[in-house]
């Protein structure tokens, strides 16, 4: 009998081992204060020594739209799209959500190698903790742009309650990267070198700052492909709700509502079945 | 397979020592082994030449070398062995955080680590870092309610619960961390009796602590480098020497073996 056998015989447990799926999640939702509390907790702890606190939440982004807004829109002169500083604004505060979730996310566990090394819980915690905290900051960053939308003389209008359902999509398409973000750093490290590059390469080829469709105008095909980016769904989806006179073909709902499910599932999968190789130090 | 042959034979010495006895947790034929990117040259005379490492500096450090034995309920295991040896490695092994590269451990609980730290903030006040840390050990938000004053009380840090964690001094900050960790109860527990920490006065009253949580848990493991308490409170001693076991067994022999090869 080996000790194995032995220890099954026993009804003993492998330690470490990766429980299945549904008792993983069910775990994980144990956690879900853990979750909240760490990601409230750093969003307070990393403000905590600035004069202006969490002003910086709003600060930040203003002045990215600021100096993107000046910059673009004297680059583009005429062909920029209607309602420059408004298109510029929602463009430029969303792509933040994504970015800051993709970034953190991929290094939610390689940045926690302390945590990870010395107490037990389910790791998917983590990730899911970093994008909770950006959520918590979009919150009042999208009261923020509701404000400057109207002081740039939007009307406000039923349809900006379809932000609601955008940004719960939105979250969830997130969650799956950041997960998938989080597994791929733990094997190569090297990738968190090439994740600002790879934001940058997403800022402009999303539409953040000029419309896909002027500048691309006379190759039709590439303006084709651009209903299947899934941030260029959710910018277009976001400026028609909240841009007086913008529309955007409704079934980016259904196309990025796709794209999210099957992000989110994969990402979950993709992080589970690892779960064992994250305390690893090498 | 003359190895599995062996463990078979271990075996039989083992069913025979159990008397019966239900065993909590067994390791069977642990391997760790890290890979770790090298800086500078190795050491001239180790007999590494630049062939053996495996490529780009990556070096691998064969940190244990198939450990095998078996814990019973209640007994209190003390682990010795030099900076080095692999205590560490084997202790967080058995708690499953990090995995091993060959062989298993089994448990008829998840064991502990008594150690919170990771989880803390220094920015935040130690009122959070309470909830912080109390939320990573796995309890709920009503439990901590209820723990927050004796957890505060034992740490004697009332008058500063409220400052930011990284004002405060080292040993106040060890106190709070200690505290977080004691408040939790265990099955099978590991205690690095370096974590009694503090002034002579807070040393004394955490080593009590450690002693009562002790008490209270299933199968503790202590590692330590005192022998004193080695011998204080265990039952059975092993000694774990270049990641490999050993010795294994009474108290008194394995650590006066140990002290003779340290003369």
Same mark, same amino acid.
């Given at each position: 009998?080996?000790?194995?056998?032995?220890?099954?015989?026993?009804?003993?447990?492998?330690?470490?081992?990766? !429980?299945?799926?549904?008792?993983?999640?069910?775990?994980?939702?144990?956690?879900?204060?853990?979750?909240?509390?760490?990601?409230?907790?750093?969003?307070?702890?990393?403000?905590?020594?600035?004069?202006?606190?969490?002003?910086?939440?709003?600060?930040?982004?203003?002045?990215?739209?600021?100096?993107?807004?000046?910059?673009?829109?004297?680059?583009?002169?005429?062909?920029?799209?209607?309602?420059?500083?408004?298109?510029?604004?929602?463009?430029?505060?969303?792509?933040?959500?994504?970015?800051?979730?993709?970034?953190?996310?991929?290094?939610?566990?390689?940045?926690?190698?302390?945590?990870?090394?010395?107490?037990?819980?389910?790791?998917?915690?983590? !990730?899911?903790?970093?994008?909770?905290?950006?959520?918590?900051?979009?919150?009042?960053?999208?009261?923020?742009?509701?404000?400057?939308?109207?002081?740039?003389?939007? !009307?406000?209008?039923?349809?900006?309650?379809?932000?609601?359902?955008?940004?719960?999509?939105?979250?969830?398409?997130?969650?799956?990267?950041?997960?998938?973000?989080?597994?791929?750093?733990?094997?190569?490290?090297?990738?968190?070198?090439?994740?600002?590059?790879?934001?940058?390469?997403?800022?402009?080829?999303?539409?953040?700052?000029?419309?896909?469709?002027?500048?691309?105008?006379?190759?039709?095909?590439?303006?084709?492909?651009?209903?299947?980016?899934?941030?260029?769904?959710?910018?277009?989806?976001?400026?028609?709700?909240?841009?007086?006179?913008?529309?955007?073909?409704?079934?980016?709902?259904?196309?990025?509502?796709?794209?999210?499910?099957?992000?989110?599932?994969?990402?979950?999968?993709?992080?589970?079945?690892?779960?064992?190789?994250?305390?690893?130090?090498? | 397979? =003359?190895?599995?042959?062996?463990?078979?034979?271990?075996?039989?010495?083992?069913?025979?020592?159990?008397?019966?006895?239900?065993?909590?947790?067994?390791?069977?034929?642990?391997?760790?082994?890290?890979?770790?990117?090298?800086?500078?040259?190795?050491?001239?005379?180790?007999?590494?030449?630049?062939?053996?490492?495996?490529?780009?500096?990556?070096?691998?450090?064969? =940190?244990?070398?198939?450990?095998?034995?078996?814990?019973?309920?209640?007994?209190?295991?003390?682990?010795? @062995?030099?900076? @080095?040896?692999?205590?560490?490695?084997?202790?967080?092994?058995?708690? @499953?955080?990090?995995?091993?590269?060959?062989?298993?451990?089994?448990?008829? =609980?998840?064991?502990?680590?008594?150690?919170?730290?990771?989880?803390?903030?220094?920015?935040?006040?130690?009122?959070?870092?309470?909830?912080?840390?109390?939320?990573?050990?796995?309890?709920?938000?009503?439990? &901590?309610? @209820?723990?927050?004053?004796?957890?505060?009380?034992?740490?004697?840090?009332?008058?500063?619960?409220?400052?930011?964690?990284?004002?405060?001094?080292?040993?106040?900050?060890?106190?709070?961390?200690?505290?977080?960790?004691?408040?939790?109860?265990?099955? &099978?527990?590991?205690?690095?009796?370096?974590? =009694?920490?503090?002034?002579?006065?807070?040393?004394?009253?955490?080593?009590?602590?450690?002693?009562?949580?002790?008490?209270?848990?299933?199968?503790?493991?202590?590692?330590?480098?005192?022998?004193?308490?080695?011998?204080?409170?265990?039952?059975?001693? &092993?000694?774990?020497?270049?990641?490999?076991?050993?010795?294994?067994?009474?108290?008194?022999?394995?650590?006066?073996?140990?002290?003779?090869?340290?003369?």
């Amino acid at each position: 009998m080996s000790l194995a056998e032995y220890a099954d015989r026993n009804r003993l447990h492998r330690v470490g081992a990766r !429980p299945s799926l549904p008792r993983y999640l069910a775990d994980a939702w144990g956690r879900r204060d853990f979750a909240i509390a760490m990601a409230k907790y750093k969003i307070e702890a990393s403000n905590q020594r600035n004069r202006l606190g969490m002003l910086w939440i709003f600060i930040k982004p203003t002045l990215n739209a600021l100096l993107y807004g000046a910059i673009f829109g004297i680059l583009q002169g005429a062909s920029r799209p209607e309602n420059f500083p408004m298109y510029v604004v929602i463009g430029v505060f969303l792509f933040e959500f994504f970015s800051t979730s993709m970034n953190n996310g991929a290094k939610s566990i390689t940045g926690n190698g302390a945590l990870v090394q010395s107490l037990a819980f389910p790791r998917i915690t983590l !990730p899911v903790s970093t994008v909770i905290q950006q959520l918590m900051t979009l919150v009042p960053m999208l009261g923020v742009m509701v404000v400057y939308i109207l002081l740039l003389g939007a !009307p406000i209008t039923v349809e900006w309650l379809l932000m609601i359902p955008l940004v719960a999509v939105f979250t969830m398409f997130n969650l799956g990267v950041a997960l998938i973000g989080a597994r791929l750093t733990v094997h190569v490290r090297d990738l968190t070198q090439l994740l600002p590059l790879f934001t940058r390469i997403l800022f402009y080829t999303s539409g953040v700052l000029f419309s896909i469709e002027t500048i691309l105008a006379s190759h039709p095909w590439a303006i084709a492909l651009f209903d299947y980016h899934p941030l260029h769904e959710v910018l277009s989806i976001a400026r028609g709700a909240l841009m007086p006179g913008v529309d955007y073909d409704p079934m980016y709902w259904l196309y990025f509502s796709v794209w999210s499910v099957a992000v989110f599932v994969a990402g979950v999968l993709f992080f589970w079945s690892a779960e064992e190789r994250y305390g690893r130090v090498d | 397979m =003359a190895e599995s042959t062996k463990t078979g034979v271990d075996l039989a010495n083992q069913d025979a020592s159990a008397n019966g006895r239900k065993p909590v947790v067994v390791v069977d034929d642990l391997h760790v082994k890290y890979r770790v990117y090298a800086g500078g040259k190795p050491v001239k005379g180790t007999g590494r030449s630049l062939l053996k490492r495996s490529g780009g500096g990556i070096r691998e450090v064969h =940190a244990l070398k198939g450990v095998s034995f078996t814990a019973y309920e209640n007994e209190s295991i003390g682990v010795i @062995g030099s900076n @080095g040896s692999g205590k560490s490695t084997l202790m967080r092994t058995l708690v @499953g955080l990090t995995p091993p590269s060959d062989g298993a451990v089994y448990a008829s =609980a998840r064991p502990n680590l008594l150690g919170v730290g990771a989880a803390l903030i220094p920015d935040l006040s130690g009122e959070k870092n309470i909830q912080l840390g109390g939320l990573a050990l796995g309890f709920s938000k009503q439990e &901590i309610n @209820g723990l927050r004053d004796d957890i505060v009380q034992f740490a004697e840090l009332e008058e500063f619960i409220d400052l930011p964690m990284r004002t405060y001094s080292s040993g106040m900050q060890a106190r709070l961390k200690f505290a977080i960790a004691a408040s939790k109860q265990h099955e &099978i527990l590991i205690v690095d009796e370096a974590l =009694a920490v503090g002034d002579q006065r807070f040393r004394k009253r955490s080593e009590a602590r450690i002693r009562e949580i002790r008490e209270n848990a299933g199968t503790v493991f202590l590692v330590s480098h005192s022998m004193k308490s080695i011998l204080d409170t265990c039952s059975r001693v &092993i000694w774990i020497n270049k990641g490999v076991l050993q010795m294994d067994g009474d108290p008194k022999e394995v650590v006066d073996a140990y002290q003779e090869t340290k003369k």
